[in-house]
């Protein structure tokens, strides 16, 4: 690990700087395949050029003599994007674009135990990419909504298609988005806070 | 054209015990056949950084809880890492920031940070995560900031 002396970090640009009132942080995640858009829905609409935390993997190579071991074990390093939005004078949003394989995740402690929610970007090219993340959402109970990334040559199925397919229950939100435009992505954690908010209204009811 | 299909998964009875997340650490030779507990390119060095105790209990620390310096100086005698993120700390930073500021993986920050917080150097603000009754006025925070984008 080369590690820079300290005058050479750079830190936030003069207007990244949060105000000394910030309090309190919360997260949102967007989750999905490779290249199905995280990243540009986390910069569309942060405050701050999306920034990245590294996390690194480590397996014992296989097969392999271990008195060796040192050298036989590779190492993944596994990214992610996050993105800022300062909600008020004491409240941060942060978002995070987290890779879909569920073996990543617990790299960053409560990532998505701490989340309020997630929103699942699905690719409509590759639908089937984004099974295995909703089943996993699902079994951990992280409430979330999914959002289509509307590339231009992907197909466009009706949403009750889309539900049928992803096996959705009617109360979940499917919504389209273009994650490059800002008021697209906002719109889509809009839905995500609303439905997160009717949640809080059943359970406060029950 | 028809989609491909996917089936509907239930929540597990108990949400599994997240295993721990991985540590550069202890184990610096893998001995005891752990996956995933040893640094990146320079294990040594990682091993180093941290103090290499391999009992010391580590801070609760989130992506999103945000860090604050408690002194302008750096006091002498500390790791220049900590030093660093010192100086970023200066207004509040959140965890992710530091890691992506330092280029430093977020469990080496967690392990710096605990220290700094045993040391009194550092304030951490913890985030406020999703409860079992989620709190409405919180979301409504939320929200409200989000229409002002």
Redesign the interface.
Known sequence: MDFKSSDTVTGPRAGDHLPHTAQAAVKIVIVGGFGVGKTTMVGSVSEIRPLTTEETMTQAGIGVDDDYGAETKTATTVAMDFGRISLTDQLVLYLFGTPGQERFWFLWNGLFEGALGAVVLVDTRRLEAGFDVIGRLEERGVPFVVATNEFPDAPRYPVEDLRAALDLPEEIPIVRCDARRRASSRDTLMTLMRFLHSLAMTSTRS | ????????????ER?PE??A??SPLAH???SE?E?????????E??YV?TGGGEDTDRAE??????V?ARAAVPPPGIQ??Q??LL??CG????V??I?????????VV?VLLTELLAAGLVRA??????QA????S??????????K?
């Open positions: 054209m028809t989609p491909p299909q996917r089936r509907r998964r239930r929540p597990r949400p997240p295993p997340p991985p610096p030779e893998g056949g996956e995933g507990r040893d640094g990146p390119r320079n294990p060095r990682l950084l620390v989130d992506l999103v809880t945000l604050v220049p890492e030093t660093a100086r970023l207004t509040p930073l959140s992710a920031e890691s992506a500021y330092l280029h430093l993986p977020f469990s967690t603000r913890a985030p406020i995560a999703r009754l989620p709190d409405r919180l979301l409504e925070a939320v929200m409200h900031g989000l229409q984008l």
